[in-house]
C-alpha cells in the first residue's frame, strides 16, 4: 500500500509540472505494488504435517484395547495433544490419556 500510495502522489506531483522521471517512478511504483498485491493473494505450495506418534515400551497399536469396552483400537484411535497420547474408542466413545507405568 505504501508503494501505491507513493506511485500516486508521484504521478499527481508530475501532472502538475510534466517532468518525465516522476511519471516513470510513479508507474514503476504502482507496478510494484500491484505485482506484491498479486503475490500476497496467490497461495503457495500447500504444506502437508504427519504427526507420528512412537510409542515407547511395550505398548503396541494393534494390541491397544479400549478400558471401558474392551473393543480393539487401530492406530486411528489414538492422537497426540497437549503433549499426552489420547486415546478414543470409536465403539463406545470413551476417551482417556494413555499412560506407561515405569520401566523399573
Given at each position: 500500500m505504501v508503494l501505491g500510495l507513493g506511485g500516486l502522489?508521484?504521478?499527481i506531483a508530475a501532472g502538475q509540472s510534466n517532468t518525465a522521471p516522476r511519471v516513470i517512478i510513479g508507474v514503476v511504483l504502482l507496478a510494484a505494488a500491484v505485482f506484491l498485491l498479486f503475490l500476497a493473494r496467490s497461495?503457495?505450495?500447500e504444506m502437508?504435517?504427519?504427526q507420528?506418534?512412537?510409542l515407547s515400551g511395550d505398548v503396541h497399536p494393534e494390541q491397544l484395547k479400549?478400558?471401558?469396552c474392551g473393543a480393539q483400537l487401530d492406530a486411528?484411535?489414538?492422537t497426540l495433544r497437549e503433549g499426552g497420547i489420547f486415546v478414543k474408542c470409536p465403539y463406545c466413545g470413551t476417551e482417556y490419556q494413555l499412560e506407561e507405568e515405569p520401566k523399573w
Open positions: 502522489i508521484f504521478l497461495k503457495g505450495p502437508k504435517i504427519t507420528q506418534i512412537d479400549c478400558k471401558a486411528n484411535s489414538v
